[in-house]
């Protein structure tokens, strides 16, 4: 991409974007030692006061970073959650002390980021789903959606702990669903990405096997 393509239509040059890159730096403070294995998955708390960055590692751990706390012992706190790798973790926009984590242990948790208390809301069974390779939230409607190794989605009722009855399942792709996404702007419109090397785009409100709005197609 050029760097006049890049900045087409939205007042953003790429020299401009790499500039503004460069120009940052990390402070110190900032960095810090926040679970005991390799990251698997990171998110950042929607607050626009106070920074708080929750991280997944390799072995289930899930450790809450706040570097303005940097001084203080509890700047980072850990939590034993799953037994395998964390591979998504989603805070709740609506309930802000809630986060999703999704693992390939099969089970998709609720934490409570106040009191430090994690209950499971789904159990994936492996041989009737696949095994679960990715996690989303649809805050609107209160939705945690599951991306599987075999190219389908499960969409979880998250008002129940553990979720009651049996989730719907879609095939969507042709390969592994490795990232669910719902748009901040339009919660109606979910973005799909898969190993099959296509990104979809969906009306949640008519969620079917073929019925995607576009699609985009990359080499790997």
């Given at each position: 991409i050029s760097e006049g393509e890049w900045g087409k239509g939205k007042g953003v040059e790429l020299k401009e974007y790499r500039d503004m890159l460069n120009s940052l730096s990390v402070a110190e403070k900032d960095v810090a030692k926040v679970v005991p294995n390799r990251i698997f998955s990171i998110a950042v708390h929607p607050s626009e006061s106070h920074l708080l960055?929750?991280?997944?590692?390799?072995?289930?751990?899930?450790?809450?970073?706040?570097?303005d706390h940097a001084q203080d012992d509890t700047c980072v706190t850990v939590m034993d959650v799953h037994t395998r790798p964390v591979s998504s973790l989603i805070f709740d926009k609506m309930s802000p002390h809630r986060l999703f984590s999704g693992a390939y242990d099969s089970f998709v948790r609720m934490l409570d980021v106040q009191q430090r208390k994690a209950v499971a809301v789904w159990d994936c069974d492996e041989d009737e789903y696949g095994m679960l390779c990715s996690t989303g939230y649809d805050h609107f409607r209160h939705q945690v959606m599951c991306g599987h190794a075999d190219g389908s989605i499960s969409l979880i009722d998250a008002r129940s702990h553990p979720a009651r009855g049996r989730p719907k399942h879609l095939h969507l792709h042709g390969g592994k669903v490795r990232s669910i996404q719902?748009?901040?702007?339009?919660?109606?419109?979910?973005?799909?990405?898969?190993?099959?090397?296509?990104?979809?785009?969906?009306?949640?409100?008519?969620?079917?096997?073929?019925?995607?709005?576009?699609?985009?197609?990359?080499?790997?």
């Open positions: 960055v929750a991280a997944g590692d390799k072995w289930g751990n899930v450790g809450f970073f706040e570097p719902v748009s901040p702007v339009d919660p109606n419109l979910i973005a799909t990405a898969s190993h099959d090397c296509t990104v979809r785009v969906w009306d949640a409100r008519k969620l079917t096997a073929t019925n995607y709005l576009n699609e985009w197609r990359h080499g790997k």
